[in-house]
Structures are given as structure tokens and as C-alpha cells.
């Protein structure tokens, strides 16, 4: 058990529909990340927040959107889904915002867009 | 840009082979580190192993042993006596130090380790 928890666990949604995945990060750690894991991407960074603010922003499409709240939990905002966004999200996080320690990840939502 | 290659898109073994997942990868920064990630079955990743880019040094964790060679931009995992459990997909990834820590993975190696 990596201590991130997300949930839904699994999401099935109709397109054009909004949804929110949450992202609790483990006990210390003030940086939280989300990927996407898709069969023709792979896994895509998408953003970064430490401490609250955004940090980097990776292949992050304008309907998507996060933010990270004062308790450090995170939440990745969906919207005007389409069957492409159907994937696998991941949240990760780590100490801190540089590269002296691993990301570890949540198990992931699956979300299905019918 | 980084880039991570896993040329071996799948590979099937039997029960108490060895087996060797490679990865190859492409940065201009002379700093970096380098990570496997272990995607069983069940969807979650696990981290496996962090590498420093400073730092050639072999490692060996159990059954797990990872050779890495900066000459040849290489960072190959080794299963030795390998188990059924092993089966899952592995990601090698590679992160920029100083930069945004965006973690640039690799395509992954579906590993089947058959009974």
C-alpha cells in the first residue's frame, strides 16, 4: 500500500459530462501529480501542485482541470468528456517538489466515458 | 526532451528463469534519475527503484538486480528465478533533476511468467 488513496475507484460517465477525482496524498508528503494512462498515450504527466500552487503542467487538456487544497488533497476536474478521456488517472506524490525522492501512486481511477 | 525506449513489448518466460527487462533512454542533462515501476495485474504502480544519475553503482534487491551504464544510456532490470507473482507490466522511467518533476515513462514490458 503506497499511503496515496484516490477514489472512485472506477467511473462510468456519458460524454459531454462532468466529473471530479480525488486524491488523498500519504501522511508528510506536500507535492501531488496526476497521469493519465491511456493504450495510445501511455502514461502522460498532466500536473503538479505543491504545497497548493501549481507547480508544472504537463499534456493537460483546457477541459481539465485541478487544484490541491490547504489539507493537501487534490482533485482533477473532467469536464465535456469525450470517449477519448476514457483512461486510467493516477495520482501520485512525494516530500517535495524536486527530484530527490520517488513518487509513489494511488491505484488509480478507471474512467469510462460511454 | 527526455525519452524513455522498452523495445521489448512483452515478454513470456517460464517459472525460475531469469529474465532481463531492458531500457534505454535519451536525455541531454547530464543530472537525472531513474526509476522502475512494477503495474501488476490489479492496475496500481509500485515503485521499485530510484537511480541517481551520478551513481553507476549496481543494485540488488532480493531477485531483483538493476544494471545501469551511463555509457550506453542503458537501465536494464533483472528478475533472476523468476515467479509467477512476477507477472506484470514494468515501466522504466526517467526524471530531470532541477526541473518540474515530470517523470517521462517508458512504453512498459508485459512480463508473463508462466507456472
Known amino acids: 500500500d503506497s499511503g496515496v488513496t484516490q477514489t472512485p475507484k472506477h467511473l462510468i460517465t456519458a460524454t459531454g459530462q462532468r466529473v471530479t477525482l480525488r486524491c488523498s496524498p500519504r501522511?508528510?508528503?506536500?507535492?501531488v501529480y496526476w497521469y493519465q494512462q491511456s493504450l495510445d498515450q501511455g502514461l502522460q504527466f498532466l500536473i503538479q501542485?505543491?504545497?497548493?500552487?501549481?507547480?508544472a503542467k504537463g499534456n493537460i487538456l483546457e477541459r481539465f482541470s485541478a487544484q490541491q487544497f490547504p489539507d493537501l488533497h487534490s482533485e482533477l476536474n473532467l469536464s465535456s468528456l469525450e470517449l477519448g478521456d476514457s483512461a486510467l488517472y493516477f495520482c501520485?506524490?512525494?516530500?517535495?517538489?524536486?527530484?530527490?525522492?520517488?513518487?509513489?501512486f494511488g491505484n488509480g481511477t478507471r474512467l469510462t466515458v460511454t | 526532451a527526455q525519452k524513455v525506449t522498452q523495445a521489448q513489448t512483452e515478454i513470456s518466460v517460464v517459472e525460475k528463469e531469469d529474465v532481463t527487462l531492458d531500457c534505454v533512454y535519451e536525455?541531454?542533462?547530464?543530472?537525472?534519475?531513474l526509476f522502475w515501476y512494477k503495474q501488476p495485474p490489479s492496475g496500481e504502480l509500485v515503485f521499485l527503484i530510484r537511480?541517481?544519475?551520478?551513481?553507476?553503482q549496481n543494485e540488488i534487491s532480493g531477485r531483483y538486480s538493476w544494471n545501469f551504464q551511463k555509457s550506453t544510456s542503458s537501465f536494464n532490470f533483472t528478475i533472476t528465478a523468476s515467479q509467477v507473482v512476477d507477472s506484470a507490466v514494468y515501466f522504466c522511467?526517467?526524471?530531470?533533476?532541477?526541473?518540474?518533476?515530470?517523470?517521462?515513462f517508458g512504453s512498459g514490458t508485459q512480463l508473463t511468467v508462466l507456472p
Open positions: 501520485a506524490s512525494s516530500v517535495g517538489a524536486g527530484t530527490n525522492s520517488p513518487l509513489h
Open positions: 501522511s508528510g508528503d506536500l507535492s
Open positions: 501542485y505543491y504545497n497548493g500552487e501549481e507547480r
Open positions: 536525455t541531454r542533462d547530464t543530472t537525472y534519475y
Open positions: 537511480r541517481n544519475s551520478f551513481d553507476e
Open positions: 522511467a526517467i526524471i530531470l533533476t532541477g526541473s518540474a518533476r515530470q517523470l517521462t
